[in-house]
RNA sequence: GUCCCCAUCGUCUAGUGGCCUAGGACACAGCCCUCUCACGGCUGUAACACGGGUUCGAAUCCCGUUGGGGACGCCA
């Protein structure tokens, strides 16, 4: 590549970030970063009706919290409006667009008719090429296209290759709408020729707008960029990812507790591969990333994945920046004498989970509420004779001089086999004492973390 | 309805005419490790949608069928 790239994402900001889009800045970010090029940021906030600033802040923080880092400030699509339309008015002095004087009501009517007579359904040029002394007095125009007739668009697609569609497929499609402002198609187009962009790397719901898109930048004599088209994400019945089947926002996946860095991965290795490789670090993705390892067909979106990486990722990650990360995940802030408990057990608490979910469960061992609450599990390890084994246990471990995993394990053992044992006899019994149930980390650990009072205090307390 | 795209284990994928009795990862099952649960290690089940070609040879190329997805707005 002799030039370095210039990518772009431009989310419409009308409610929450979609992972796909997600997904999308990813591999543009990525992309830009291999050829050492930029990554910008559009908000096409062109629909007033409606893009909220709700929504807008929503696209940066999602951004931000995945990590990807836009150059410069994002451009917002409706202050760029007065541009788009001294386009549109160009094209129409060039003779290369005119104005349409249909009524929404006519388009629909023409639209039904084409439906039901299995017409495709196009506009039909009507107003191509009549003349403006002919407009129905009060109407205010639209602008549309003269779009060729004859002849054939031809996309390069970096990922689906070429592909090419009859230009009478292609109706006259608007530009200006009535009250001046720009549709999507030209304000796409101007934006991406003024801000330079080289590559557009997007979700393939966008490929056939490649055609009208194309006819804009004919029209207009400008140079067309490489586009690359991004299957699409699906659901496990194989459908569009939508809200109504469960999480597709980026913040609905922080909320479930998967790390940032999970996401990156998992959304890197979802429609694009690097051979056999699952485990692939920010610096190898942005050194292999590239447009022929994406793969052409839909991709579903698969939890137990998500969750397999997210759980990699959870023992990579500092056991500090943990312990702050779960404290959104536990129905109370742990003290900082808990918090530095919990440090402490991370290692061990985090190999257990799978989210941070999971995490902050596991740490609640940790936390010092009294009295203790047993489970039923726990509650049947714990009959009355077990009971007194355990008393008999603490009695021994009040002799204990240093009080570390260890030296605790060595006192159970000694115990054990005394009485004709075997260690797990009396460790499950020990377990469901110290935290109340009959899943945790080694009890030994455990006993230490909690330190010899707490230790002792639960034994008694039995 | 019209147009466009897609098609390898349940899922994500490797594979670009012989290296494929199709590899990896996740999930699943079993075994080992073991104080519980995990981690880890080992083993196993499991796929080229179908039908025609082309070729000495096809998962790989071509055509068709079927199935799936997307687009057809004065939304983006």
Redesign the pocket.
């Known amino acids: 590549m002799t030039l370095s790239p210039v990518c772009r994402l431009?989310?419409?900001p009308?409610g929450y970030m979609h992972i796909g889009t997600a997904r999308t800045a990813l591999y543009n970010q990525l992309f830009a970063k291999r050829h050492h090029g930029k990554f910008l940021l559009r908000i096409?906030?062109?629909?007033?009706?409606?893009?909220t600033p709700e929504a807008t802040q929503a696209i940066f923080d999602g951004l931000t919290w995945l990590g990807l880092h836009w150059h410069g400030e994002p451009v917002m699509?409706f202050s760029r409006a007065p541009r788009h339309a001294e386009v549109a008015h160009q094209l129409v002095k060039e003779g290369k667009a005119y104005f349409?004087?249909?009524?929404?009501e006519?388009?629909?009517e023409m639209?039904e008719e084409?439906?039901n007579a299995?017409?495709?359904?196009?506009?039909d040029g009507r107003w191509r090429n009549r003349s403006a002394d002919e407009a129905p007095a009060g109407?205010?125009?639209?602008i549309r296209i003269k779009a060729p007739q004859e002849g054939e668009t031809v996309v390069i697609?970096a990922v689906?290759?070429?592909?090419?569609?009859?230009n009478e497929?292609l109706?006259d499609?608007?530009l200006l709408?009535?009250?001046g402002?720009?549709?999507?198609?030209l304000?796409?187009v101007v934006d991406d020729a003024d801000m330079g962009i080289t590559h557009v790397i997007r979700g393939?719901?966008?490929?056939?707008?490649t055609?009208r898109q194309l006819q804009i930048y004919h029209a207009m004599g400008w140079k067309e960029p490489v586009y690359a088209?991004l299957?699409?994400i699906?659901n496990?019945?194989?459908?569009?990812l939508s809200k109504r089947h469960g999480a597709v926002g980026v913040r609905d996946f922080a909320k479930m507790g998967y790390l940032p860095e999970a996401l990156r991965n998992y959304l890197l290795?979802?429609?694009?591969?690097?051979?056999?490789?699952?485990?692939i670090s920010d610096e190898q993705a942005a050194a292999w990333f590239n447009l022929?390892?994406?793969?052409?067909?839909?991709?579903?979106?698969?939890y137990?994945?998500?969750?397999?990486?997210n759980?990699?990722y959870l023992?990579l990650a500092d056991n500090v920046r943990l312990s702050e990360l779960i404290k959104d995940f536990m129905p109370t802030a742990p003290s900082s004498e808990d918090t530095q408990r919990i440090i402490k057990g991370m290692a061990?608490l985090k190999?257990?989970?799978?989210t941070l979910v999971e995490l902050a469960e596991g740490a609640k061992v940790y936390c010092l509420a009294q009295p203790l609450i047993y489970d039923e599990k726990a509650k049947a390890v714990l009959d009355a004779a077990t009971v007194e084994m355990v008393k008999k246990l603490a009695e021994r471990f009040a002799t204990v001089n240093d009080w570390l995993?260890p030296a605790l394990?060595e006192c159970v053992?000694n115990f054990a086999d005394e009485n004709s044992l075997?260690?797990?006899k009396?460790?499950?019994p020990?377990?469901a004492a110290l935290t109340g149930?009959?899943?945790?980390?080694?009890?030994?650990?455990v006993a230490e973390i909690l330190g010899r009072d707490v230790s002792l205090k639960r034994l008694h307390a039995l």
């Not at 349409?100 to 929404?104: D, G, I, L, V």
């Not at 137990?304 to 990486?309: F, G, H, I, R």
């Not at 190999?351 to 799978?354: M, N």
């Not at 009959?438 to 009890?443: A, H, L, N, Q």
């Open positions: 431009a989310p419409s009308t096409e906030d062109t629909d007033r009706e409606r893009s699509q349409c004087y249909c009524s929404p006519e388009l629909a639209r084409q439906k299995g017409q495709p359904m196009r506009y109407v205010k125009p639209v697609d689906l290759g070429e592909i090419r569609v009859k497929q109706d499609m608007i709408r009535s009250d402002t720009p549709t999507f198609h304000s796409v393939n719901d966008h490929m056939t707008n055609f088209h299957p699409m699906v496990d019945q194989g459908q569009k290795r979802l429609g694009w591969g690097h051979g056999d490789d699952e485990i022929e390892g994406i793969s052409k067909s839909p991709a579903r979106f698969d137990n994945k998500l969750n397999a990486l759980a990699h023992q061990s190999s257990r989970a799978k995993a394990e053992r075997k260690l797990g009396i460790a499950q020990l377990r149930t009959t899943v945790s980390p080694p009890i030994f650990e």
